[in-house]
């Protein structure tokens, strides 16, 4: 005999509601039926025929919830009261097997018996006691109002997810085949520094500078000179004029070294005097920062940057290699040798010249470029994962200004599944700038920016 309690709501439940709802002991009961402090989940036979049917169902998940649901059913039979409690606070939840007297149909001419939804709303028309129906599809919940019952429908977040069809599991499937055999490649991404987005383009400046300040130029020799002093040489011939070319220091190559060295204090001047000509000269070769990611966690290996420049202009290896080109140069001018006797060639060890074995994480070129090039490469053997590997792309540009070329980057490695290629459209101008701006110290040697640096800094 089954005992139901005052301030119990008693629920039939259609199939759905154990296919596609969340756990009965889980839904919020409380919050449906405030004044309630029970709620038993009546089961008719009808719906233990439908969760039988689904038992061995073709889908996994109404498969799994079908056999959940026959479990706790099967649970609750063995009861002396057929019923098995789900949760006990802050209400009570109980799956109830119907024990409700056979449906006399003739009694109700308005249901079908040969359709599932009315069979379950005779069923509690039989039961009586205020039951109604606890149903996700609006079938059952018409045809119990219909027949004078209540009809009540789990809220949305009641609900488990909604199923993929057939084409989304394989999809499913699929996509996490593909993410499996990805792990085993690596993930390369790459980028241009100064690339514009609103305009899709890179914007590089050959810089325009004023000539330095006289009194600057000054310091910039005397500094200079300083560094680099005129040595006090003598010649070593024997005073009766007995000499040997190879033991002794001659006259002459005392007059050549002093000529020399005044040829050099002039070209230190016209260094420092005219270096606002050279920067502008030098200047026309661009530098175009790239980058390139491994967002894996896997190595690439043998991965390569191939650079193609599409336009007038040249890719560099080295900004000063287009000195020859451009008839200019950035590097200072350097001292001559103090004049010493031939011999003393004897007498310098001789070193061993050998390559140092190349670092498998380093870049090296695969292809340097030559005047006039417009493709080139670079290439590291084992690019480790999540590594970042920034450079700058040289151009020689042409006179001509504004200018326009278009450079591409091809990224591959043995071991990546699909090459990356990106492109970018490149303009160059003429543009005034001040000697602090950060272009200038792209374009210097190292160590002179820091000796000119501190002298624009100031005491």
């Not at 039939?12 to 989940?41: E, H, M, Y």
């Not at 200004?401 to 591959?412: K, N, Q, T």
């Not at 792209?442 to 800094?457: C, G, K, N, Q, W």
Request: aromatic letters at 8%; glycine letters at 4%; one cysteine or more.
């Amino acid at each position: 005999m089954i005992e139901i309690g005052a301030g119990t709501k008693i629920l039939f439940i259609d199939t759905n509601g154990f296919l596609q709802v969340r756990d009965l002991k889980d839904i919020p009961w409380k919050k449906l039926f405030p004044s309630a402090n029970a709620v038993d989940v009546m089961v008719a036979p009808s719906i233990i025929a439908e969760l039988d049917r689904h038992k061995v169902s073709g889908n996994q998940r109404r498969r799994d919830r079908a056999r959940l649901a026959l479990r706790q059913i099967d649970a609750a039979s063995s009861a002396l009261d057929r019923a098995l409690v789900l949760r006990e606070d802050p209400i009570r939840v109980r799956i109830v097997i119907s024990t409700a007297p056979r449906v006399n149909w003739a009694e109700h001419a308005h249901l079908d018996p040969g359709k599932a939804d009315d069979q379950l709303v005779a069923e509690a028309l039989s039961f009586g006691r205020d039951a109604a129906v606890f149903s996700h599809d609006t079938g059952p919940r018409i045809r119990a109002r219909i027949a004078g019952l209540e009809a009540y429908e789990p809220a949305e977040d009641w609900l488990l997810p909604a199923e993929q069809t057939d084409d989304q599991r394989t999809i499913t499937k699929l996509q996490a085949e593909l993410k499996r055999a990805l792990v085993q490649f690596p993930s390369i991404v790459a980028g241009f520094g100064q690339f514009d987005k609103t305009t899709s383009e890179i914007h590089a400046i050959r810089p325009v500078l004023k000539p330095l300040d006289s009194e600057l130029v000054d310091r910039f020799v005397v500094e200079y000179l300083g560094r680099n002093p005129c040595r006090e040489v003598f010649s070593t011939t024997s005073p009766w004029g007995i000499s040997s070319p190879l033991h002794d220091v001659t006259e002459h190559q005392v007059e050549e070294y002093y000529a020399e060295y005044a040829s050099f204090e002039q070209n230190v001047r016209d260094y420092y005097s005219n270096l606002h000509e050279r920067v502008r000269t030098m200047g026309a070769v661009v530098a175009i920062n790239y980058w390139v990611r491994n967002d894996s966690g896997v190595a690439a290996h043998g991965l390569r940057v191939e650079f193609d420049l599409e336009g007038a202009g040249s890719l560099l290896a080295d900004r000063e290699e287009a000195s020859p080109y451009v008839g200019s140069t950035l590097k200072m001018p350097q001292p001559p040798e103090p004049p010493r006797p031939y011999d003393y060639l004897a007498n310098i060890p001789l070193r061993e010249f050998s390559e140092p074995p190349r670092d498998p994480v380093a870049f090296y070129w695969f292809k340097r470029p030559e005047i006039v090039a417009s493709h080139s490469a670079r290439q590291c053997q084992e690019f480790r994962a999540t590594r970042v590997f920034t450079d700058t792309l040289l151009v020689l540009t042409p006179d001509d200004l504004p200018a326009e070329f278009g450079i591409r980057l091809h990224v591959e490695a043995g071991n990546l599944s699909t090459p990356v290629n990106i492109s970018a459209k490149v303009v160059v101008t003429e543009e005034a700038v001040e000697w602090s701006d950060p272009i200038i110290k792209e374009i210097f040697p190292a160590d002179v920016f820091e000796t000119l640096a501190e002298h624009l800094r100031g005491p």
